[in-house]
């Protein structure tokens, strides 16, 4: 069963512009991107897919395999074209952020697993438990809830589930029942083809999570869990502090 990892890459970035090209490290964004995820055991191809030539040069620039793509609103939109393009072999694939420079390689592969093990999902994704406030009630922190079988219910920007006894706080962090949803997927072909055909739905455009759209049109989607959250790259502060902690490791 082919698995093809794919990482959406577009140069544009409101809080953070040409985020991707930064390399204050030596080496740009998306190349700490693409070696992270290289190092995956389950993933048989990896490639960029870009709307920018210079995100597609510096990939090749370092080795990479990268694909030009015509504008898309989203980076699962993207995918679609990479896989109708040019990945007809791969039966799932990988939906990997191209500003997440530390992803744990472990996540893909268990990501993975998780679909190859649940015949009847559509796609899976992770999430991890929450241990803080403030993550909780930040409305950027997806959050999601599961059935009993560990499919995913429903996903919010809000702290679901809500407590209506209790205080989240004597919840927090050791009997945490929030879970962070993290924006890593692993797609079946022929579902996200359907997928990126549909319209956006309601409960999508209301809370601006695409994946609604696949809830609300009835997929299963297998949620699996890991110990701690990934980190991505939104603002100027966020990339100091990852430029500071690969100094700290390779000094």
Known sequence: MPVCGVIPAR?????????????????????????????????????????????????????????????????????????EKELFDADILVNIQGDEPEIAPEFIDQLIELLESSPEADMATLATPIRNLEQLQDSSCTKVVCRRDGSAMYFSRLPIPFTRDVAPETLLPEESPWLLHLGLYAYRRPFLLELTQIPPTPLEQLEKLEQLRALETGAKIQVGTVAHPTVGIDTPEDYAQFVARYEQETS
């Open 11 to 83: 140069l544009e970035s409101s809080r953070l512009p040409g985020k991707l090209l930064l390399s204050e490290t030596g080496q740009t964004l998306i190349q700490h991107t693409w070696e992270a995820a290289a190092r995956s055991e389950r993933l048989d191809r990896l490639i960029v897919a870009t709307d920018s030539l210079e995100i597609l040069e510096a990939v090749h620039g370092f080795g990479g395999k990268a694909c030009l793509t015509g504008e898309h609103p989203s980076g699962t939109d993207r995918i679609a074209e990479v896989a």
